[in-house]
Nanobody, 127 residues
């Protein structure tokens, strides 16, 4: 099992940057593929970015490509989401998620594929 705790959210002006962190418990973080999702008020939860267990494979939603960067540090049991050039439409609660995927090199797009979720952190980009 793994427990996830996000941090780093906040209020920023449009065009600004934030870096989200997701700290995981457990000794085998490197066997989990990780993802970031977000949910705005009145909207469905949507995929933002995903990274394989080793960090070698990564993908992004089209809406954040070129602006957001996902990374992980398996020695620190942490996954990050660097968010640059934030827009008002990026405003949402951001969640990190984990799925058991040892040595697969896979990443996952669908929320239902993830078995573990953090509590979420609010990101607000004001215009």
């Amino acid at each position: 099992q793994v427990q996830l705790v996000e941090s780093g959210g906040g209020l920023v002006q449009a065009g600004g940057s934030l870096r989200l962190s997701c700290a995981a418990s457990g000794r085998i973080f490197s066997n989990y593929a990780m993802g970031w999702f977000r949910q705005a008020p009145g909207k469905e939860r949507e995929f933002v970015a995903a990274i394989s267990q080793s960090g070698s494979n990564i993908d992004y939603a089209d809406s954040v490509k070129g602006r957001f960067t996902i990374s992980r540090d398996n020695a620190k049991n942490t996954v990050y989401l660097q968010m640059n050039s934030l827009r008002p439409e990026d405003t949402a609660v951001y969640y990190c998620a984990a799925v058991w995927s040892p040595a697969s090199g896979r990443y996952f797009y669908r929320a239902e594929e993830y078995g573990y979720w953090g509590q979420g952190t609010q990101v607000t980009a004001s215009s």
